[in-house]
């Protein structure tokens, strides 16, 4: 401790350089700290489970050109094909498919337009009876659509009037938890909620109602049509190479296009998130080896100059050991000024993160953990140095004198 006073003498005769590493500091932990836990929470958005099994589905879309079909028997005709395949589960036609960042969302409501109500935002679905098998999904509460309840037009004014929903949307638009039977509007076409998955998640991960899904018994065979298809984990890559030979064998006037995995496709839709976290621990690596560096480099800086003052000491019997101490401490003392303004910096550039993007309030551990490994590397970088700089022999010293 009776050190500290004139280290701190010294770090007045030489100011720039500390300055300059407190200010480094600083910036490496606010930066660091907020980015660490950027990816950290990524991460956990990465690995949110979505409530499908999907290594085990996978989409493919069909463009029709040929007329002398019914293309709604024809669909039919494909998806009993596709049921029949050994290997497949169940498939079906989706108006969307999940994961995918493209879909169809509305604001349900509570009650029929004009009047007034609190609307619900959701994605919604147009598939049969099949979805939920497809999917890979079980039904927590109530029923599966009935065959019956199924409605197959090409009239898109004309809806069915039951819904099979996710429970985060039927805990938001009913919360005291009596919301099975109950009816919800999509303007003024009335659904009747039959059934609750108790998760599942629509097009968008990252929307603020990604868990607000709503299922609808409607299909309307189009010249685009999506198919999904659930099959054994093990058994779905040599399905998807014969999918399109399967199907163009069923009717050779159309186009079979991006057969994808449900995995892949929620890869694809993430790939932006991915290019950012590893973005962002590039910066981390980089930040923390310059502010090693820098670190060494103002150590062996010091020490270059003040080889006389070491040498003194040592001639007056300062052991080794006392002057590694001398500029760990000295190192130590920059260091907390920096982890200190630092650790406020990092409080401000939360609180600006969170006010123009999307991202949860920065906790303060990661406050906390990155200025110990801050303060940890840096007691690391001036190790060697000042060990350097304890072998200076005190007659070395004295001829300098």
């Not at 299909?219 to 054994?232: D, E, G, L, N």
Request: charged share 20%; with cysteine.
């Amino acid at each position: 401790m009776l050190e500290i006073k004139p280290i701190f003498n010294a770090l007045r005769r030489s100011k720039v350089g500390a300055v300059l590493l407190l200010i480094q500091i600083a910036i490496t932990t606010a930066i660091v700290s907020n980015a660490a836990f950027i990816i950290n929470d990524r991460i956990t958005y990465l690995n949110q489970d979505t409530g499908y099994p999907e290594e085990s589905i996978f989409s493919f879309g069909v463009m029709t050109f040929g007329k002398e079909r019914d293309i709604s028997q024809q669909f039919e005709e494909d998806e009993a094909m596709l049921r029949n395949m050994p290997g497949v589960i169940d498939a079906a036609l989706f108006s969307s498919v999940p994961l995918s960042g493209s879909g169809s969302s509305t604001s349900l409501r509570l009650k029929p337009e004009p009047q007034k109500s609190r609307t619900i935002p959701s994605a919604y679905l147009f598939a049969d009876e099949h979805a939920l098998s497809t999917l890979g999904l079980t039904l927590a509460e109530g029923r599966n659509f009935d065959i019956n309840e199924v409605l197959v037009t090409q009239d898109r004014s004309k809806l069915t009037e039951v819904a099979i929903v996710s429970r985060a949307f039927l805990n938001e638009a009913f919360p005291d938890g009596d919301g099975l039977g109950q009816m919800v509007y999509m303007g003024d076409a009335p659904f009747k909620i039959i059934g609750v998955v108790e998760h599942m998640k629509g097009p968008w991960l990252k929307s603020g109602a990604s868990d607000n899904v709503v299922i609808i018994p409607f299909i309307q065979a189009q010249s685009y049509q999506q198919i999904v298809v659930r099959t054994a984990p093990e058994d779905r890559a040599d399905i998807m190479k014969q999918m399109e030979d399967k199907m163009l064998a069923a009717y050779d006037k159309r186009v079979v296009v991006n057969v994808i995995g449900l995995d892949e496709n929620k890869a694809q839709y993430n790939a932006s998130d991915v290019l950012m976290m590893r973005m962002l621990m590039v910066l981390i690596v980089v930040l923390v080896a310059v502010t090693a560096l820098g670190i060494f480099g103002l150590t062996l800086f010091n020490i270059s100059k003040r080889t006389r003052q070491i040498g003194t000491r040592r001639a007056l019997g300062a052991r080794k050991s006392a002057i590694i101490r001398y500029f760990l401490i000295e190192n130590t003392m920059v260091c907390l000024a920096g982890l200190l303004i630092g650790a406020g910096l990092a409080v401000w550039l939360g609180h600006e993160l969170i006010s123009r993007f999307s991202v949860p309030p920065l906790s303060h551990t990661y406050v906390m953990i990155t200025a110990a490994v801050v303060l940890i590397m840096s007691l690391l970088a001036v190790i060697f140095p000042a060990r350097r700089a304890a072998r200076i022999s005190p007659s070395v010293a004295t001829r300098s004198i």
